[in-house]
């Protein structure tokens, strides 16, 4: 159904996000390809959770592993060798949420080694709702980052051109790579948080919280020194054939790598009470964390200091959301004993 609602909007949605001539042929060129694929993707994400929860996390790292060398061959097949150019990417990428989505799909069908199989179904109202409830966080959070991507490409539209819609792509892949360390921390130790709080076991699950913000602590240093360092070497990579370009790269990178210092311990955070089965908190971080405060930095701050405000603005929604969750963490710590 999503894949179906794409293909058919996704001309005027560009167009609305301001997309023109050839920006727009080639938004709507890569993502009629890239459709194709969501029902593969989704299957990819949610067996990433499967695999934590049957005991098989090393399998999901395989998984994981071979959908993204799949990703890096097919590109260089299809962009350099065969010069289909920007379709060939939008291929090797969808072929590659195939594999991430399938290959799971084949093993938890099938008898296996792990605690999880695929077997008949049957509905479960009950379940289904408190499911959906507990993970309206995890919603929020990917519907808030379309939401604020496409509104920061507005604004970057607005006040730098295609440039700066450029550059935002680079700091966003960089994020990627970094941010899904903190994610995959989260989620990593989301069912031991689950299991001690279920199982009442308050001292440990007091030390796995202490011990987990120390972690994300040293994480967010080394990433902050990191961005640092590699801002200049890093945006050569991608934009170096545009010295103009590169340069306002390299100093959006000094700023935005500020975010690296707050925003593993908001998600955290949002995981954290997700895993306490309290899913009205973690929507609550979430929403404000990746909506509320990005979308309000990000129409203000421009305002006052034009394009530096928008990459300000990054940093300074993670700072907010830190404090929302440090009181929230305050406030429950009696409530849940950790």
Known sequence: MLA????????????????????LEDSVAYARIILL??????????????????????LDL???????????????????????????AAAATALSQCVGGVMPLVYFARPNSSLLRLGRTKFD?????????????????????SVVSMLYNAQLLRYAGEDGVAAY????????????????????????????????KHGELRGLRRRSQAVIAVFAAAMFAAARLLGRPLSLLFVGYD???????????SIFSFSFLFSGFAIFGSSFFTALNNGLVSAIISFLRTLVFQVSAVIIFPVIWDVDGIWLSIAAAEVMAVAVTAAFLWGMRKKYQY
């Open 4 to 23: 179906a609602l794409g293909l058919v909007f996704i001309l005027p949605i560009a167009a609305a996000l301001g997309a023109q001539g050839q920006m």
């Open 37 to 58: 694929a969501i029902p593969a993707f989704v299957l990819q994400y949610e067996f990433q959770c499967l695999f934590a929860t049957a005991e098989k996390p090393t």
């Open 62 to 88: 395989y998984v994981t592993v071979a959908a993204g060398v799949t990703n890096m061959v097919l590109d260089a097949l299809f962009v350099a060798v065969f010069r289909w150019g920007l379709e060939g």
């Open 125 to 145: 109202g009950k379940a289904l709702w408190r499911t959906c409830a507990n993970g309206v966080s995890e919603l929020m959070s990917s519907i808030s980052a």
């Open 169 to 200: 792509g680079v700091l966003m892949y960089v994020s990627l790579v970094f941010q899904a360390v903190f994610i995959g921390y989260s989620v990593g130790t989301a069912p031991v948080i689950s299991y001690h709080y279920g199982a009442q």
């Open 243 to 253: 010295r103009e370009l590169l340069e306002m790269t390299v100093h959006a990178f």
